[in-house]
């Protein structure tokens, strides 16, 4: 099938690539990459052997979205296109609304006006909140914290109105818990600009010397080593995840909503013990105090995603932390181009170049 990528550039988007390619599907990927470097596309040349197609489309201009569909046929959209920073979207929570649900909203009206009707939707975890119980089940009741996860909910709510209103549409939204690690070949990976959110490429960070020491965000949570607890869950895995969720949309003609974890939950404190084995480098780390709107735990059921999908985990912690150490350590600097912006000062910015992609796709 002919699949269009949007955000292909970026971390699980270019992963995704490598398993859609894998198995024999053409792609089409459009990117902003306000937070993403157009180096991916060499790399993923490198890894498949043949350059994909890459157009540079921002999903906001509506115009942009509609002649990329005026121009090439697709079978199936799968959409990782979002800003997705949880600090950056409380200072900036309309940059994330517009970004995310108006880019979301174009990218809709498109496919509906080129008769494309099958959507995989990249949703999160943290469209669950604080969970009044774990592992968490794709019926909890669903509480966002923050202005990233109001749009993840929104975008969800908007994609399931569609299906149940258009009959032509049908969607899968799979929500991921703590994606992480990277490609065997080392070649793609995790590239965060400014200092990482997120503990598992903070930790790469700091065993390839470029930070100091990792903070722990609370030693007093109600784990199993006062640590907060997650679902880590191995990049190549999800990837795989969504070549089974766009047969799942061909195969029985309707929507879903699943989990993507592991099922198991791990702390902080095992994983930079994992991460210190992989890497043969001790992860320097102290104690601090909580983060605002943090959780003690949180990890998937992900049972409904083997009875629909028939896709389950298979890589563990060790292996994430040995291909992430290998991505970072192949990579020091990540893409080693400008840092990956990934600010909504900057997706501002990078609307300002001229539509591209009428002249992309015209120049073939
Ligand atoms: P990423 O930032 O690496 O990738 C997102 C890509 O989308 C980037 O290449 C970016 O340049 C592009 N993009 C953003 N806005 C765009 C726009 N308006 N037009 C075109 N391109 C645009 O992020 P990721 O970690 O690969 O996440 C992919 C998706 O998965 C996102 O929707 C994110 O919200 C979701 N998600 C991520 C995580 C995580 O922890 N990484 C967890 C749950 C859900
Ligand atoms: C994991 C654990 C931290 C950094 C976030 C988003 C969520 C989803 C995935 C997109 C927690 C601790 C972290 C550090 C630390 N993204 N930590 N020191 O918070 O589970 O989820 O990413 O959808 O929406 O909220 O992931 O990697 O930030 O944190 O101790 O420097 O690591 O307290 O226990 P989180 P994370």
């Not at 592992?135 to 929104?154: F, H, I, M, Q, W």
């Amino acid at each position: 099938m002919r699949i269009l990528v949007c955000g292909g550039a970026g971390f699980i988007g270019s992963h995704t690539c490598t398993v859609l390619a894998e198995r024999g599907h053409e792609l089409v990927i459009a990117d902003s990459f306000v937070n993403s470097s157009p180096r991916v596309e060499g790399r993923l040349e490198a890894i498949l052997g043949h350059a994909p197609a890459c157009h540079r489309v921002d999903l906001l201009d509506r115009g942009a979205v509609a002649a990329l569909f005026a121009c090439e046929r697709f079978d199936a959209v799968i959409h990782f296109a979002a800003l997705k920073a949880v600090g950056e979207s409380c200072e900036r929570p309309l940059d994330y609304f517009d970004n995310n649900i108006a880019g979301t909203i174009h990218l809709l009206q498109a496919m509906r006006a080129a008769g494309v009707g099958r959507l995989v939707f990249s949703s999160s975890a943290t469209v669950y909140g604080d969970p009044d119980t774990v592992p968490v089940c794709e019926d909890a009741a669903l509480r966002v914290s923050n202005p990233y996860g109001r749009s993840k909910l929104v975008m969800e709510q908007l994609i399931g109105d569609l299906c149940t209103y258009d009959p032509g549409f049908q969607a899968v939204n799979l929500r991921y818990f703590n994606p992480v690690g990277a490609h065997p070949s080392g070649l793609i990976g995790e590239d965060p600009g400014g200092i990482p959110g997120n503990l598992m490429p903070y930790i790469c960070q700091v065993a390839v010397g470029r930070r100091e020491r990792l903070e722990v965000f609370g030693g007093d949570w109600p784990t199993v080593d006062g640590t907060g607890v997650r679902d880590y869950i191995h990049v190549m895995d999800l990837a795989r995840a969504h070549a089974d969720a766009l047969d799942f949309l061909f195969r029985e003609r309707r929507s879903a909503t699943v989990n993507l974890g592991t099922g198991r939950g791990t702390s902080v404190l095992q994983l930079v013990r994992a991460f210190g084995r992989a890497s043969g480098r001790e992860i320097p780390h102290r104690i601090v105090a909580r983060r605002a709107g943090d959780v003690a735990e949180v990890y998937a059921d992900p049972s409904l995603a083997r009875s629909l999908l028939g896709w389950q985990a298979e890589l563990d912690i060790d292996a994430m932390c040995r291909d992430a150490w290998r991505w970072q350590s192949m990579n020091p600097d990540g893409y080693g181009d400008e840092p990956a912006a990934g600010t909504a000062a900057h997706a501002t910015a990078s609307r300002r170049v001229p539509d591209q992609v009428s002249e992309a796709i015209a120049g073939g």
